[in-house]
């Protein structure tokens, strides 16, 4: 079946790098974009970009632009999620996502399914 | 970026309620949109996508409708199950929204 698994829980400190990565199966990676969606502590879902694997391009929210970096290894059907200059409000629960296309009824819609199971980042001084 | 907004924030139901929420985007986002369950310390899973097609394995009592502006979600007859959190989402520009959220608990 289709599943991403994601690395472990982290602990920074403030100015830090942190890097989340996203291993795929159970389908063709390179045909699917990436999406990574991050939630604060008892906030709501927040967006934050996405890759296309087989070309690496890329787009993120504008304010994560110059702070996240977002790649994959194909060869591992793995993708990574870079967020550098940590502070205190990056401290969340980091998802990844596939991205579904359908393009049925004269329309092509995206939805993310299936998530990975979450990665806990936690920034402390 | 288009701005997602829905109502309530929350609401309290009973087993067996009908339950409607509400998404409004800040202009046009055509069908493309898609909503979400979310159960605490769970990953959220898609229940509706391009505003009224149903994803494989959602139970029917859920149902979505709208384009445009303004969607709803519609939970028919409310199970203990579906006691959670649901997100609105577009997917009409290039840089993806959520609404911020509508918890459902138990009255």
């Known amino acids: 079946q289709v599943q991403l698994v994601q690395s472990g829980a982290e602990v920074k400190m403030p100015g830090a790098s942190v890097k989340v990565s996203c291993k795929s199966s159970?389908?063709?990676?390179?045909?699917?974009?990436i999406h990574w969606v991050r939630q604060a502590p008892g906030q709501g879902l927040e967006w934050m970009g996405w890759i296309k694997p087989n070309s690496g391009a890329t787009n993120s929210a504008q304010k994560f632009q110059g702070r996240v970096t977002l790649t994959t290894d194909t060869s591992i059907t793995t993708a990574y999620m870079e967020l550098s200059r940590l502070t205190h409000d990056d401290t969340a629960v980091y998802y990844c996502a596939r991205d579904v296309k359908d393009c049925s009824g004269g329309i092509c819609s995206n939805w993310l399914d299936p998530w990975g199971q979450g990665t806990l980042v936690s920034v402390s001084s | 970026d288009i701005q997602m907004t829905q109502s309530p924030s929350s609401l309290s139901a009973s087993v067996g309620d009908r339950v409607t929420i509400t998404c409004r985007a800040s202009?046009?986002?055509?069908?493309?949109l898609n909503w979400y369950q979310q159960k605490p310390g769970k990953a959220p899973k898609v229940l509706i996508y391009?505003?009224?097609s149903l994803q494989n394995g959602v139970p029917s009592r859920f149902s979505g409708s709208g384009s445009g502006t303004d969607f709803t979600l519609t939970i028919s007859s409310l199970q203990p199950e579906d006691f959670a959190t649901y997100y609105c989402q577009q997917s009409y520009s290039i840089s993806w929204t959520f609404g911020q959220g509508t918890k459902v608990e138990i009255k």
């Open positions: 159970g389908y063709t990676f390179s045909n699917y974009y």
């Open positions: 391009a505003a009224s």
């Open positions: 202009q046009s986002i055509s069908s493309y």
